[in-house]
């Protein structure tokens, strides 16, 4: 396999950009999730860590990228602190090892995948939390629908996102 | 954006069994409580929340400068217009002043002495939970005197409890989270029960002393048995009363308060005891 080699002052800026983008992604999430109720829905978080490991292939970046998402998204909320992380960091893992075994600039993967780790996503955070505090009020059947819709509305954002980056790629 | 090609599976592997063993271990340290957590949470949210609120304040800004560039059309009108409703307001105004004052009087006459929510601070809402639970987040925190359990109203109602506290920002769960519950009385009869959140829209009676006089319309005021909620606040009006499932009928409770268009809210650093703003009859009944 290659490796290819980068500068050292190249390296800290590829870290920085990264860095910059996970916190405007949580950011961004947090502010319109707020003035738009509908956006409530979208999983920025999650559509990210899927885009980075699809896009960079790399399972340690994504691993790293998914886990410091997931940990601020908890933080940002009354979630248990390590649930949305520990969620973000198997997506970043699994996203970024599907680019060698699945075709993943193909729409279709694309949407079958943001798809199925949403509903992934929703279960697992959704059995953390229950572990560490019980919600003896919770309603599991407007959980599923909840999980089906933002499953779909992640999957079509993505799915812009994906093409931009594709159309990006291309003019540049 | 180019693609990084792995040398070796190994430092997947031990990337991945570290970020799992951290996220795992931060959950356990939860769920034991052995080990308090929260200066996670505090420095996260110290770090993030000041950009939400950056952000927040710029589109605000950016709103009230294309309003008032919007509002410069026909303005003459509106000025005309307004000026005639100031007029109106104003006589309004000086007749509410004598209800006011002889309100006051009956009120002495009752010996009802006037209570209000005790210490109080206003709080801009500067984000809500992006993680699909319930719950937003405000610029008050610790330095104005928050802390976890502290009371969130608005002039409409109850609105929820503080959960997580930093310096300067805090996490406020609403009443609809599923993990939310609320000591309410019945305004009508004083019948007292217990409303819970549904992580949806609207709330679900846990319990009440006796079910079979409820119906739809009738209002919920905070009992203040929880000790988090003072007592009399606006809860929630009932929005369908549904056949028997267990003890109880299935009854649904609307807030007081559109918890999707929250911007300001009262949160209550020392309360008092008892509001009971709504509670005439207690109050006739009062030696």
């Not at chain 1, 500068?7 to 319109?32: E, H, N, W």
């Not at chain 2, 929260?38 to 993030?48: A, G, H, N, P, Q």
């Not at chain 2, 606006?234 to 918890?259: A, E, F």
Request: net charge neutral.
């Amino acid at each position: 396999m290659t490796i290819y080699p980068m500068p050292r002052a190249s390296t800290f800026g590829i870290i920085g950009k990264f860095a910059v983008a996970i916190v405007a992604v949580v950011v961004i999430q947090g502010i319109l999730s707020f003035k738009f109720t509908l956006f409530g829905f979208f999983d920025l978080p999650l559509i990210f860590s899927v885009f980075y490991g699809f896009t960079l292939g790399n399972p340690v970046a994504s691993i790293v990228i998914g886990s410091s998402l997931g940990l601020m998204q908890d933080s940002l909320s009354g979630a248990v602190l390590g649930a949305n992380g520990l969620s973000k960091t198997i997506i970043g893992f699994f996203a970024a090892t599907a680019v060698a075994k699945f075709a993943v600039d193909q729409p279709v993967t694309r949407i079958f995948a943001l798809f199925l780790f949403t509903i992934g996503d929703g279960l697992l955070v959704t059995i953390l939390g229950l572990m560490v505090g019980p919600a003896s009020g919770a309603t599991y059947s407007g959980a599923l629908s909840g999980w089906g819709l933002s499953a779909m509305f992640n999957a079509l954002l993505g799915l812009v996102l994906f093409a931009y980056h594709d159309w990006w790629n291309a003019t540049t | 954006m180019s693609r990084i090609v792995a040398a070796s599976k190994k430092p997947t592997w031990i990337a991945l069994g570290i970020a799992l063993a951290l996220q795992t271990g931060l959950i356990s340290l939860q769920a034991r409580r052995r080990i308090d957590t929260s200066f996670v949470r505090v420095w996260i949210l110290d770090s993030l929340a000041p950009m939400e609120k950056l952000v927040d304040r710029s589109t605000y800004s950016l709103g009230y400068l294309w309003k008032g560039y919007v509002a410069l059309i026909g303005i003459h009108d509106e000025n005309e217009r307004l000026s005639h409703q100031v007029d109106e307001l104003q006589m309004q105004l000086q007749r509410n002043r004598e209800d006011l004052v002889e309100l006051q009087r009956l009120r002495a006459m009752l010996s009802l002495s006037s209570s209000d929510t005790g210490k109080t601070v206003v709080a801009r809402v500067i984000g809500r939970d992006p993680a699909r639970s319930q719950t937003v987040t405000i610029d008050k925190g610790t330095t104005h005197g928050l802390r976890p359990d502290s009371a969130v109203i608005t002039p409409a109602g109850i609105v929820g409890r503080v959960i997580h506290s930093s310096n300067f920002f805090s996490i406020v769960q609403l009443i609809v989270d599923s993990q939310s519950a609320v000591g309410v009385l019945l305004q009508s009869t004083r019948r007292q029960g217990i409303v819970r959140g549904t992580g949806g829209r609207e709330l679900d009676l846990d319990y009440i002393d006796d079910d079979n006089d409820l119906k739809a319309g009738d209002t919920f005021l905070s009992s203040g048995l929880d000790r988090i909620y003072p007592k009399g606040l606006p809860v929630g009006v009932i929005t369908s009363v549904g056949p028997r499932r267990g003890l109880l009928k299935t009854v649904q409770v609307r807030p007081s308060v559109d918890l999707g268009r929250l911007e300001e809210v009262i949160c209550i650093i020392e309360h008092t005891e008892n509001i009971d703003v709504a509670d005439p009859a207690q109050g006739a009944s009062s030696p």
